[in-house]
């Protein structure tokens, strides 16, 4: 199947699931207030079928863009019929309940979609979760040009301390296109010493999403040799010798402790042939190759060997039910704090974060690729991401979004009387406008992104 197609399939439904689940949140929550809900419908009009039982209308529409409930007397400015059943002459208090509800059923989406997540089969790297080591940093790269060297560990990566190279990454993508302060632990003449310096996070040229690697951060995976898994037939490492099984354990003399590392040298020397320290059995010798320049399907073109490596050393993570809802609140908790300092640095004009964001289309391309991957560990992963986000987002105080309604219910309870009609409809119709500016904003930001339009760039 197309990888266009997949991801809208993906997106459409991952989409659908996030946005039923927070209707349902309100949809419950109002029926408890006593609210008159006359519509729960998956999808948008036009309606397609369904049934009413009692006073609501179950049904499914035509646009597959998630759901919808529709209230009696919701409508924003709204006043009073006064029936008692109507949502604008519920307590302010049961209203402030309605309109939390749909983030709060986000949040306890993301919370059992990571829960499920951490008690499933998940293979995951050493390494992630280990010391941020760096494996091999080439002079030309930002982290060369910064001072920092093969073997240090980071221990500083702008606030954080101590990081593990999961928490590095995170990090870094918040601080996309900017300065940030770091401090490595390295040894010199058999003692540890600490060395400051600063790194400028260059989002790529392209506008790819932001890659470590090329900025020479590359994480030492293992503490062997590079593992050859296979030998592609005609390419480069084949006409030099190399076998399955062979461990490569530098090149040109740079220690290598993974497939970053090997591709960071082999594209360094541009072009010119590589020395080989080759470990096969209890014999270790050196080897020539050249490289060859190409495409190589996933990865980015540049030079390579022409081998699959054996992956790094890993670990099988399958908790129990207790042990995987902790895990579970404590990473909701961690990317909450990133989400909303995503959001802090949206409003304080920090152009990285600005052109990091993505909206539909760059959303429908990362379930697409999550889709493609193999097993349902990266889809749902990925999904609980976007309702955190979803919720999270629908509790900004902007009006039409639920945290607006809320803080409006709020000035009128200090108030103790309601806001003019007037006033209100003002204040969503402009809240109206710039949320479709911005939904235009992020859209063109992440059709600019798209690999199809840098053909056309200088």
């Not at 560990?153 to 990090?171: A, E, K, M, Y």
């Not at 010199?188 to 310096?197: A, H, L, R």
């Not at 990925?382 to 219910?409: K, R, T, V």
């Amino acid at each position: 199947m197309p990888f266009a197609l997949v991801s809208i399939i993906s997106f459409l439904i991952v989409l659908s699931v996030m946005v039923v689940v927070h209707e349902l949140g309100h949809f419950i929550v109002a029926k408890l207030c006593g609210v008159r809900v006359e519509t729960f419908s998956l999808g948008f009009p036009p309606r397609l079928f369904g049934i009413k039982y009692g006073d609501t209308d179950y049904c499914v529409s035509a646009l597959p863009f998630g759901g919808y409930v529709k209230m009696a007397g919701e409508t924003p400015g709204s006043e009073t019929s006064g029936d008692p059943h109507e949502f604008s002459a519920r307590p302010r208090w049961q209203r402030v309940l309605i309109a939390a509800a749909g983030p709060v059923a986000n949040f306890i989406l993301a919370l059992l979609l990571m829960s499920g997540f951490f008690m499933m089969h998940n293979e995951v790297e050493n390494f992630l979760s280990g010391a941020a080591v760096l494996d091999v940093v080439t002079p030309n790269s930002a982290a060369g040009r910064a001072g920092l060297h093969t073997g240090d560990r980071i221990v500083r990566f702008d606030g954080d301390r101590n990081p593990t190279w999961d928490q590095l990454t995170s990090r870094a993508l918040l601080d996309v296109n900017s300065t940030v302060p770091v401090t490595v632990q390295r040894n010199v003449n058999g003692k540890s010493e600490q060395f400051s310096t600063e790194l400028f996070l260059a989002q790529p040229a392209k506008g790819d999403d932001l890659d470590l690697e090329t900025l020479g951060l590359i994480p030492a995976e293992q503490s062997g040799p590079v593992v050859i898994d296979d030998v592609m037939p005609g390419d480069p490492a084949e006409r030099a010798g190399l076998k399955s099984g062979d461990g490569i354990l530098a090149v040109n003399g740079q220690p290598v402790h993974g497939t970053p590392a090997i591709l960071a040298v082999l594209n360094e020397t541009d072009g010119k042939p590589v020395t080989l320290l080759v470990q096969r059995g209890s014999r270790t010798f050196s080897m020539g190759v050249q490289p060859e320049w190409g495409d190589w399907g996933a990865q980015p073109p540049g030079y390579r060997l022409g081998i699959s490596e054996v992956p790094p050393p890993f670990h099988v993570e399958q908790l129990p039910l207790f042990s995987a809802i902790h895990r579970s609140v404590s990473y909701n908790l961690r990317n909450s704090g990133y989400i909303l300092e995503v959001i802090y640095r949206l409003f304080t004009h920090h152009a990285g974060v600005m052109q990091q964001i993505s909206g539909p289309v760059g959303i429908a391309r990362m379930t697409g690729e999550a889709a493609e991957m193999h097993g349902w560990e990266p889809i749902v992963g990925l999904s609980a991401l976007i309702s955190l986000d979803l919720g999270i987002m629908n509790l900004l105080p902007i009006p039409i979004l639920d945290g607006g309604m809320i803080l409006l219910l709020c000035i009128e309870g200090m108030l103790r009387r309601d806001l003019k009609q007037e006033f209100k409809e003002r204040v969503y119709q402009v809240a109206f406008i710039m949320i479709i500016l911005f939904f235009a904003f992020i859209t063109v930001n992440d059709i600019s992104r798209l690999s199809i339009f840098s053909h056309f760039r200088p």
